[in-house]
């Protein structure tokens, strides 16, 4: 199996195929017969998993103990794949919420009921005492009409009910035939209309040029799923990386919190890095940064000197640590010449708020410090190379573009199947290149 990702080879039925007429796998099979198709397809789906996942990890530790990798630098990445669901099979949070009201509505109404319950209690008690009729030329009876109804409506609501119970409180989608796939927009855009298709938001660690940790989420977002794969690649490798380089998709104040309570430095690099060097972002006077602090008296100024005064503050906890945030208002607009630019409020009398959660800048502006050092750009154009060169070589060498399998358990073994002949062809390519024991990559600077 791991062998055909290496060589291209998804589908079962071409499997069988190169088990029976192609000599490499004839040699692995070793003179046993070639599986049937369908052998191979239940082996991929849900048998193997937890054995896909620990072989998977078991290379990775045997390539740390061959020096390969190390425990130095990881570089995350994501990306979304699309699932092998249909691509018009989608169910919406809006709109099952929408109608789940409008059915609530009907049955206050017509009965006065308020919960599930008391209406599956309601249509079971009146089903008693009526004469039901069916087939042509019968005429219902007012008793049948209405029990109708109200069963039609206990059903809606059930299977509203359900809808929501699948997507959870962090979805807002998910598609009929595979419940663990969420609607994303994918950057292959067969139709060319940025249409939403179902998929799986697939994160990966890279290390030494290998993919040492894996993971599919359902999360659209990749700032929701950095610290659970932070803590199960953790569990699976019994130790940490000592930093951890990320892209802006990954910056979060529970990310940043995390990576500083768990003793990694952070290289993520800012969600504004790129924006605030743009001519159009510094015109922005009424944007936090482009205003002045002023730490001793503890006040903002905006572009027309006036001062932004502390109002209150307040702390909270949040992943064990105290989380800092302060309102500052403007002691003054009146007659302001740049007051459209900078306040959003319409009513004219209303001064400039600014809402300034304090922890969050100040670990944001470590993280800028720390990509701006040599170290850190150093690694930030090492994760381009590796990391997303890996996605690169998965979906165009390997030409991996969209699942086989439907939900999440099979899409995780399809992932750790990929990546483990992944890592085997890395492998040799840096023998014949002579490049074993390598960790960051070559920079060349011109």
């Given at each position: 199996?791991?062998?055909?990702?290496?060589?291209?080879?998804?589908?079962?039925?071409?499997?069988?195929?190169?088990?029976?007429?192609?000599?490499?796998?004839?040699?692995?099979?070793?003179?046993?017969?070639?599986?049937?198709?369908?052998?191979?397809?239940?082996?991929?789906?849900?048998?193997?998993?937890?054995?896909?996942?620990?072989?998977?990890?078991?290379?990775?530790?045997?390539?740390?103990?061959?020096?390969?990798?190390?425990?130095?630098?990881?570089?995350?990445?994501?990306?979304?794949?699309?699932?092998?669901?249909?691509?018009?099979?989608?169910?919406?949070?809006?709109?099952?919420?929408?109608?789940?009201?409008?059915?609530?509505?009907?049955?206050?109404?017509?009965?006065?009921?308020?919960?599930?319950?008391?209406?599956?209690?309601?249509?079971?008690?009146s089903k008693a005492g009526i004469a039901f009729v069916h087939g042509k030329g019968q005429r219902k009876s007012q008793e049948q009409r209405q029990w109708e109804a109200a069963d039609a409506w206990r059903s809606r609501w059930a299977g509203y009910e359900q809808d929501l119970a699948i997507m959870g409180s962090s979805r807002n989608s998910y598609s009929t035939t595979d419940h663990d796939a969420t609607f994303m927009r994918m950057k292959e855009d067969h139709m060319r209309n940025g249409q939403l298709k179902p998929g799986?938001?697939?994160?990966?660690?890279?290390?030494?040029?290998?993919?040492?940790?894996?993971?599919?989420?359902?999360?659209?977002?990749d700032s929701g799923t950095l610290i659970p794969f932070m803590k199960h690649m953790e569990k699976k490798h019994g130790s940490r990386y000592r930093e951890v380089v990320a892209d802006a998709g990954y910056e979060s104040l529970h990310n940043l919190l995390f990576l500083e309570s768990s003793g990694q430095l952070c290289f993520v690099k800012p969600a504004n890095y790129d924006a605030q060097k743009t001519k159009k972002f510094r015109s922005q006077i009424g944007r936090i940064e482009n205003m002045r602090y002023d730490p001793q008296e503890d006040v903002f100024l905006c572009a027309q000197g006036r001062k932004l005064l502390c109002r209150r503050e307040q702390t909270e906890t949040s992943s064990g640590q105290p989380v800092t945030t302060a309102w500052?208002?403007?002691?003054?607009?009146?007659?302001?010449?740049?007051?459209?630019?900078?306040?959003?409020?319409?009513?004219?009398?209303?001064?400039?708020?600014?809402?300034?959660?304090?922890t969050f800048w100040e670990k944001r502006a470590q993280a800028q410090h720390n990509i701006c050092t040599p170290r850190g750009i150093v690694l930030r154009m090492c994760r381009s190379i590796q990391v997303e060169g890996a996605f690169a070589l998965l979906k165009t060498d390997f030409a991996f573009r969209r699942f086989l399998t439907r939900g999440k358990a099979n899409v995780r073994t399809e992932m750790f199947f990929l990546c483990l002949a992944f890592n085997l062809k890395k492998r040799w390519m840096k023998r014949e290149h002579i490049r074993l024991k390598t960790h960051l990559s070559e920079i060349r600077i011109a």
């Amino acid at each position: 199996m791991v062998y055909g990702y290496q060589c291209g080879i998804y589908s079962s039925r071409k499997l069988e195929e190169a088990c029976r007429y192609r000599i490499d796998f004839m040699w692995l099979l070793e003179d046993m017969p070639a599986p049937d198709h369908a052998t191979l397809a239940r082996f991929r789906t849900g048998r193997c998993a937890e054995a896909a996942e620990e072989l998977f990890y078991q290379y990775v530790k045997l390539l740390e103990e061959q020096e390969e990798t190390d425990h130095e630098t990881v570089f995350i990445d994501g990306t979304k794949m699309e699932s092998r669901a249909g691509r018009y099979t989608f169910r919406w949070r809006k709109t099952v919420e929408k109608q789940l009201a409008k059915v609530k509505q009907k049955v206050l109404a017509a009965t006065g009921l308020e919960t599930l319950e008391a209406l599956a209690q309601h249509v079971e008690e009146s089903k008693a005492g009526i004469a039901f009729v069916h087939g042509k030329g019968q005429r219902k009876s007012q008793e049948q009409r209405q029990w109708e109804a109200a069963d039609a409506w206990r059903s809606r609501w059930a299977g509203y009910e359900q809808d929501l119970a699948i997507m959870g409180s962090s979805r807002n989608s998910y598609s009929t035939t595979d419940h663990d796939a969420t609607f994303m927009r994918m950057k292959e855009d067969h139709m060319r209309n940025g249409q939403l298709k179902p998929g799986y938001n697939v994160q990966i660690a890279v290390n030494s040029e290998y993919i040492t940790g894996v993971d599919v989420f359902s999360n659209r977002t990749d700032s929701g799923t950095l610290i659970p794969f932070m803590k199960h690649m953790e569990k699976k490798h019994g130790s940490r990386y000592r930093e951890v380089v990320a892209d802006a998709g990954y910056e979060s104040l529970h990310n940043l919190l995390f990576l500083e309570s768990s003793g990694q430095l952070c290289f993520v690099k800012p969600a504004n890095y790129d924006a605030q060097k743009t001519k159009k972002f510094r015109s922005q006077i009424g944007r936090i940064e482009n205003m002045r602090y002023d730490p001793q008296e503890d006040v903002f100024l905006c572009a027309q000197g006036r001062k932004l005064l502390c109002r209150r503050e307040q702390t909270e906890t949040s992943s064990g640590q105290p989380v800092t945030t302060a309102w500052y208002r403007c002691e003054s607009c009146h007659h302001c010449p740049q007051r459209s630019l900078c306040c959003r409020a319409k009513d004219a009398e209303t001064p400039k708020e600014i809402k300034w959660n304090r922890t969050f800048w100040e670990k944001r502006a470590q993280a800028q410090h720390n990509i701006c050092t040599p170290r850190g750009i150093v690694l930030r154009m090492c994760r381009s190379i590796q990391v997303e060169g890996a996605f690169a070589l998965l979906k165009t060498d390997f030409a991996f573009r969209r699942f086989l399998t439907r939900g999440k358990a099979n899409v995780r073994t399809e992932m750790f199947f990929l990546c483990l002949a992944f890592n085997l062809k890395k492998r040799w390519m840096k023998r014949e290149h002579i490049r074993l024991k390598t960790h960051l990559s070559e920079i060349r600077i011109a």
